[in-house]
């Protein structure tokens, strides 16, 4: 039996040499990353690193294919300086989405520069020919690539939903497809599939951390994120951190309890999604095109849709404001997959219910407007392994 871990297990883990060269790596690629064209000097004085150190630094990461020089920065005081960029071309992922309602896939490079895409949208994810198409996606994908810039594709990062096989009846599937997910573990059969090596996050987890890629900077180094999809896919980044938990599945606020409009208690995926909003349009006896969100003839469906944001709208303002009363965070984004004048108006609703709603001990937090929409989940999933291959300084991915 596993011994349990304690709090300070990690803290009191010395390190290797070999561990702070690649916290030093991380640090310098890091720095040009999110400051392209910064010289030696410029890095040495931002990393605190002596200017030795950063030119070795910058040398091998010139010569693993990461950081390419860029002409010389001339017309300056003293000698002239070489600025240092990215390699586009340095790695590739390709991210993947296995949604309730689609699969998306993006094939991606370390510059964060999408290359190919791939969609379909399902009436539910099937287990049963899902991993044949992966394979078959990944393969699409991998062929946009030079044949001499294959070896570069270090994996496949998988999106997903956690609970597949429980959750997937709320669509109206056949039971035998719920079945058919249970005992599956994504990682192992995507990675028999594909041939790849396979990451799976949750895909609240990696939209949340695509958005803050997204962001402008200065990013925020805490917030909490919603993602109004067929149910509320969500994330917290806390203190500089992606808040994943123990099993990767933390920070699910689709499932906080919320009092809804009768007075009954309710799972904000059953009041606030796009499965909320279909159950509505069902009973109506409306026919919902099988398409994603953004082509739905949304102005048609009133007053359907103002029924649904009137009654999303109090309990996502209730998710945010209970989880900044654990989480400190002034802002909460949201995000969605509908047009984004649905989604203006759904933000709207949810600011003037926060300010409404009564606080204690800090101020009401913003809600702001994510950048991606429904791409979120898959660009994270693309960009989550590149992040934790070549840019984290967690020690657990250093000593990859």
């Known amino acids: 039996m596993a011994k349990d871990r304690d709090f300070f297990d ?28 910064l010289s030696a000097a410029e890095l040495s004085r931002r990393s605190k690193l002596a200017p030795q150190t950063v030119a070795l630094l910058v040398d091998d990461l010139s010569s693993a294919g990461l950081l390419r020089a860029g002409e010389l920065l001339r017309g300056r ?50 287990a049963r020919t899902l991993f044949n198409e992966l394979a078959n996606v990944t393969r699409q994908l991998t062929e946009k690539l030079p044949p001499e810039e294959r070896h570069k594709l ?22 035998e497809l719920g079945r058919s997910w249970n005992g599956i573990d994504i990682a192992t059969e995507a990675a028999k599939a594909t041939g790849m090596t396979v990451q799976v996050f949750n895909d609240g987890n990696a939209a949340c951390w695509a958005e803050l890629l997204a962001h402008p900077a200065p990013r925020p180094t805490s917030f909490a994120y919603l993602l109004i999809s067929t149910f509320i896919g969500a994330g917290i980044v806390a203190e500089n951190t992606l808040w994943e938990g123990p099993t990767g599945n933390s920070a699910n606020l689709g499932s906080m309890l919320v009092t809804d409009r009768y007075g009954d208690e ?32 949304w102005q048609d469906w009133e007053p359907h849709v103002t029924d649904w944001i009137e009654e999303a709208a109090p309990a996502l303002a209730k998710v945010i404001t209970n989880t900044a009363a654990v989480i400190e965070f002034r802002t909460a984004i949201v995000d969605g997959v509908m047009p984004p004048a649905i989604l203006d108006r ?55």
């Open 266 to 297: 309710n799972f904000v995926h059953l009041l606030a999604s796009i499965h909320a909003l279909q159950q509505r349009l069902a009973g109506a006896g409306i026919q919902i095109p099988a398409t994603t969100p953004l082509f739905w003839p």
């Open 10 to 37: 990690a803290a009191s883990l010395g390190m290797q040499t070999s561990g702070v060269r690649q916290a030093n790596l991380r640090a310098i690629l890091t720095l040009v990353a999110m400051n392209p064209g």
């Open 346 to 400: 759904m933000i709207e609703a949810i600011r003037d219910n926060i300010a409404a709603l009564p606080t204690l001990t800090f101020d009401s937090p913003m809600v702001n407007k994510g950048h991606l929409g429904g791409a979120a989940p898959s660009t994270g999933a693309a960009y989550l392994p590149l992040y934790k291959r070549f840019f984290s300084r967690d020690m657990t991915h250093t000593s990859d």
């Open 77 to 126: 005081r003293g000698q002239p300086a070489t600025p240092y960029f990215i390699n586009r071309t340095g790695a590739y992922t390709i991210g993947v989405e296995i949604g309730w309602r689609h699969i998306e896939a993006v094939l991606v490079n370390i510059g964060t520069e999408v290359l190919g895409q791939y969609r379909r949208d399902y009436p539910y994810p099937d």
């Open 154 to 175: 270090i994996g496949l990062g998988i999106a997903a939903p956690n609970g597949i096989d429980r959750n997937v009846g709320l669509l109206d599937a056949d039971p």
